[in-house]
């Protein structure tokens, strides 16, 4: 079994900072890709930082430039750092495992962690 659970979202105001945190504990050695989601209510969980196969990452366009994803050596720690905020940044933020266990991609969510931007 795999774990996920996020944390560090808040209240900031626009233009501010955050780091939001993911660690993960079980059998996480074949890993496919690992990233950060959001989602907002009434849209579709979309894609903000991931890394994928190859030590590439991936960004979504409105975040290239604000947000550096990040982890550790062993991967079971991941981060988001998140500057320059904006309103259009509020949402909940999803840590997400890619692992392939016993064959097949199986995919591991955090609860979600809420981040709000507002003055």
């Known amino acids: 079994q795999v774990h996920v659970v996020e944390s560090g979202g808040g209240l900031v105001q626009p233009g501010g900072s955050l780091t939001l945190s993911c660690a993960a504990a079980g059998n996480i050695l074949d890993i496919n890709d690992m990233g950060w989601y959001r989602q907002v209510p009434g849209k579709s969980r979309e894609l903000v930082a991931r890394f994928v196969t190859g030590g590439n990452i991936d960004y979504a366009d409105s975040v290239k430039g604000r947000f550096t994803i990040s982890t550790t050596a062993a991967k079971n720690m991941m981060y988001l750092q998140m500057n320059s905020l904006k309103p259009d940044d509020t949402a909940v933020y999803y840590c997400?495992?890619?692992?392939?266990?016993?064959?097949?991609?199986?995919?591991?969510w955090g609860q979600g962690t809420q981040v709000t931007v507002a003055s």
């Open positions: 997400n495992y890619a692992l392939w266990i016993r064959g097949g991609l199986e995919d591991y």
